[in-house]
Every structure is written in C-alpha cells, then in structure tokens.
C-alpha cells in the first residue's frame, strides 16, 4: 500500500504570491492533517481535516487556508506569502479524528525569496 | 507554542552505546508518541505511550512514561549509524499533535 504522497517536493515562490500544496492519505484513512515546520524545530500544527470537514485549526492567519475532498486528499493554500513562510510542510493521514498515531507524507519544501 | 521540550538539543555517541533522550510537557494527556525524523523528511511514528503505561518496549527501543512528573524518556539500546536522526515526542489534544523541539541523535560508526 502507498503511503502518504505530497505533492510537489520543492518550490520556490517570492513575496506576496499564492501557493498551493497538495496530499493525498493513505487509503481508508480519513482524516488529513497539516503541520509546519520550521528549521531546527518541530513541526506545528496548522489544520486537522475529517470527512470533509475542519476539526481543528492552530495559531496561523487568515492567509493559510485548507480544504478536504470526497476522495479525502486534501489542499493547502497559504496567499500573500512572507519570507517566513519558507518551511517544511507536512501532511499527516489517520484512521480517525481522535489523537493517535498519524502517518506523514514526505513533505514540501516551501522556499520563500 | 511547543507543549513538550526534548533533551538534550543534542547527542553524539559512538555505535553501539545506548542513547537517551528525554521529554517533560506541560498538560495532561491521553498518550504520548515518539517520533523519528531523518534529513527533515517525513515523521515515522516510533511508538505509543498511554497515560495508564509506564513503560513500553519495541524492538531496540523503551519508552517510559511518569505522568507524576510529566515526563517521558526513550531508550535506544545498541545504537546503529542508521539511527542517526532527529527523535521529537508529542502530546495533544483530540485532533492535533504537539511537538518538542527534538533531539538530534548522531551515532558515529
């Protein structure tokens, strides 16, 4: 079985313009989760997904922005970048909602000139 | 903001020593996972401490958990130079992990 695939592995954008990434969960799993990670520290959390629908949303503004669809891959979008956007992002897939054991994609390198 | 804390930031051993790493949080919690990075790839979940559990063994690895002091500590026993990586623990709530900071492990051959 697949794992969890993000899409794509780097990019590189300037400030102020759009981007979008892309993850797709391991089949069955119905819950998407999105992490940020910064160099040198540990991943935080940005939005959890499940069935279509938002559960949760951490401590980002209004530019970053998430969405689910009905195969349960999931988009996040991030407007008006800023320099400190440029991170790792992370996708996370589980079986539930509930707090337990996520499996994460590769990643997508964002980098921010 | 960072519910656990891991310590140390870093540690070097040589192959084949035992490597500790440590995590103290802030809240109560349901579990607590450890987690493996390499390069600043993807997480690979390591294992699964409940709150009733005080200590966990898989493989080369034991986790041991006091809830008493909110802390947490993983063993890796006959370390390998494929265990070199960053190892974060992490809390949380109903839908989200909370990370540490991590501990870079490097284990020289």
């Known amino acids: 079985d697949a794992g969890v695939t993000q899409s794509p592995t780097h990019l590189i954008k300037t400030r102020g313009q759009h981007v979008t990434l892309r993850c797709s969960p391991i089949?069955?799993?119905?819950?998407v989760s999105w992490y940020q990670q910064v160099l040198g520290q540990g991943p935080q959390f940005i939005f959890q997904y499940y069935e279509k629908e938002e559960r949760g949303r951490g401590n980002f503004p209004d530019r970053f922005s998430a969405r689910q669809f009905p195969n349960y891959s999931s988009e996040l979008n991030v407007n008006a970048l800023l320099l400190g956007d440029s991170a790792l992002y992370l996708c996370?897939?589980?079986?539930?909602?509930?707090?337990?054991?996520?499996?994460f994609g590769p990643g997508t390198r964002l980098t921010v000139l | 903001s960072q519910q656990g804390e891991e310590d140390p930031q870093a540690l070097s051993i040589q192959e084949g020593e035992n490597a500790t790493m440590n995590c103290s949080y802030k809240t109560s919690i349901n579990n607590l996972q450890w987690y493996r990075q390499n390069s600043g790839r993807g997480l690979v979940h390591l294992i699964l401490?409940?709150?009733?559990?005080r200590e966990k063994h898989s493989g080369r690895l034991r986790v041991t958990l006091d809830t008493s002091k909110k802390s947490s500590s993983l063993l890796i026993t006959a370390s390998r130079a494929a265990d070199t990586a960053s190892y974060f623990c992490a809390t949380g709530s109903s839908y989200k992990l909370i990370f540490g900071s991590g501990t870079r492990l490097l284990v020289r051959p």
């Open positions: 401490i409940r709150s009733n559990e």
């Open positions: 996370a897939s589980s079986l539930s909602s509930v707090y337990n054991e996520q499996f």
């Open positions: 089949s069955g799993h119905k819950s």
